[in-house]
């Protein structure tokens, strides 16, 4: 199926779809010791690199544990281009402001050679042409300077898309790919080589250990191919119905673990657009 590119300016005019993912990840995500070395390594590389910009940074909370250690820094410039991202995040801060700016990833306000690293986690799928927004991001940041971009993989989560998949054809729904396919982990490193010498991909894995089918679909409620198959709300409490039944016949009561994995690209080797 070809995929369609979503615009997530409209699924995010409220800061709930992304708070509900991102702390579903905080709370069931489960990965091996090599995937825990990886998340640990990388951050230790941006931190050897200042300033940092946190490029659609969300709220403000990684989906995994790369980077939490980075958006706490005081040398970190944190961006979005949904205002109601960024509101969130200035209404939960507690200790000193952070430095927040609303910014389009392809059109970065920043001067060039300006940033020591750049950070964009889970995000480049959101952009039309990712290529555009990793040029931006060579940009900004110095010739020694490192640009870290992770994503999924294409095949993440199959139990849950596979359930959905039979469920919207069973119900005569909306078939719409996965964002992450606009750039995945199978595709990313492809857009970013026209703008790095060098992009290093580090594959993860893990599990979303979710304790119950019920919890499963309090994530999948908030994905947008849930939301984009049906127009009418009652559809769509339909299908999660049928999600429901084809993921209890799999799980039955017990735990509901899915699958899964992605890469964290680390790219060196700015190329400027001008040479």
């Given amino acids: 199926m070809q995929a369609r590119f979503v615009d997530p300016r409209p699924l995010y005019e409220t800061e709930a779809p992304l708070s509900s993912r991102v702390g579903a990840f905080r709370q069931h995500l489960v990965v091996d010791s090599t995937s825990r070395r990886l998340f640990r390594d990388v951050t230790q590389e941006i931190a050897g690199h200042s300033p940092v910009a946190d490029i659609g940074c969300g709220v403000g909370v990684p989906l995994l544990p790369v980077g939490p250690t980075v958006m706490d820094r005081l040398d970190v410039i944190a961006g979005d281009i949904s205002l109601r991202q960024l509101q969130s995040i200035r209404e939960g801060e507690s200790g000193p402001r952070r430095n927040l700016l609303q910014f389009d990833a392809t059109r970065l306000p920043f001067r060039s050679e300006s940033f020591g690293a750049a950070v964009a986690r889970h995000m480049l799928y959101h952009v039309r042409d990712p290529r555009l927004a ?142």
């Fill in 134 to 275: 990793a040029a931006e991001a060579a940009r900004v940041i110095r010739d020694d300077g490192l640009f870290v971009a992770t994503t999924n993989s294409s095949s993440s989560r199959p139990e849950l898309q596979n359930a959905h998949t039979k469920a919207v054809a069973d119900l005569g729904g909306r078939l719409v790919e996965r964002m992450s396919t606009n750039f995945d982990a199978e595709s990313g490193g492809r857009k970013l080589s026209a703008s790095f010498l060098e992009v290093r991909a580090e594959p993860w894995s893990g599990v979303l250990a979710f304790p119950t089918v019920g919890a499963v679909l309090d994530y999948y409620r908030n994905t947008a191919y849930f939301k984009m198959a049906f127009d009418a709300g009652a559809d769509r409490s339909r299908l999660a119905g049928r999600v429901s039944e084809i993921l209890g016949s799999r799980f039955g009561d017990g735990p509901a673990p899915l699958t899964v994995g992605g890469a964290i690209f680390v790219c060196t080797g700015p190329i400027r657009r001008d040479q």
